[in-house]
């Protein structure tokens, strides 16, 4: 069953503009994780924000955590075309290993 | 290499027939991932190696599907006799241990005729 669930399910900006995609769960969380996967490939690791943090940032992206409400976000700045792509969001329930259990992702479509 | 390499990039075949995929990970990488992603879903998870065991197969829907990993590193996912809801991208990941982001191949892309 899916954990996280995005939103918006597809986003179209122009480059320069901002983009945030939002992920809600249903379960507490270890932490949670946000994936890109181009178009044909592998899915490769943005971030990864755990329960006792509220916000991280790396370059362009800044990831927030409300554990109350049981939902994140991820914010990327001055959007690029290169930034075209599916974000997934992936929770993770336990420190150690558990299941990586992810949605089904936001479509960003980056317009030049 | 220098990535999670999976091979082959794309396979076709007829339904009821066997397939083989196979994940090479990072190396030194003991955490071994298999997911299946069907259009425009997300990632469906199969099974978890640790090593060469897997504590958690939990994901695999069916017993046609198995998998197993070899010295610690090379994995194969068997699909036997395939049917056409097998269809999707097979997507292998591997991490340092298994609470560490994981690093994706680029997958199988799996089409039953």
């Known amino acids: ?53 509220r916000e991280k940032h790396s370059g362009r992206l800044r990831v927030t955590l409300d554990t109350s409400k049981k939902s994140s976000s991820l914010l990327i700045t001055a959007s690029r075309a ?23 992702g936001t479509m960003l479509l980056v317009s030049p | 290499g220098a990535g999670v390499s999976q091979s082959p990039s794309n396979k076709v075949t007829e339904k009821g027939k066997d397939v083989e995929l196979r994940c090479d990970p990072i190396s030194g990488h003991t955490a071994l991932y298999w997911y299946r992603q069907s259009l425009g879903q997300g990632l469906e998870f199969l099974i978890y190696f640790q090593g060469n065991s897997a504590p958690d197969k939990s994901g695999l829907p069916s017993d046609r599907f198995s998998a197993e990993r070899t010295g610690g590193s090379v994995s194969t996912l068997t699909i036997q006799r395939t049917q056409q809801e097998d269809s999707a991208v097979y997507l292998c990941a591997s991490s340092f241990d298994g609470s560490q982001p994981q690093h994706f191949g680029d997958g199988t892309r799996l089409s039953i005729l």
Request: negative net charge.
């Open chain 1, 1 to 53: 069953s899916q954990q996280g669930e995005e939103d918006p399910q597809a986003l179209s900006i122009q480059e320069g503009e901002n983009a945030t995609m939002n992920c809600s769960y249903k379960t507490s969380i270890n932490n949670l994780q946000w994936y890109r996967q181009n178009s044909g490939r592998g899915l490769v690791h943005l971030i990864l924000i755990r329960s006792n943090e």
């Open chain 1, 82 to 104: 290169a930034d075209t792509a599916s974000y997934f969001c992936a929770t993770q329930k336990n420190s150690g290993y558990s299941t990586l259990t992810f949605g089904k």
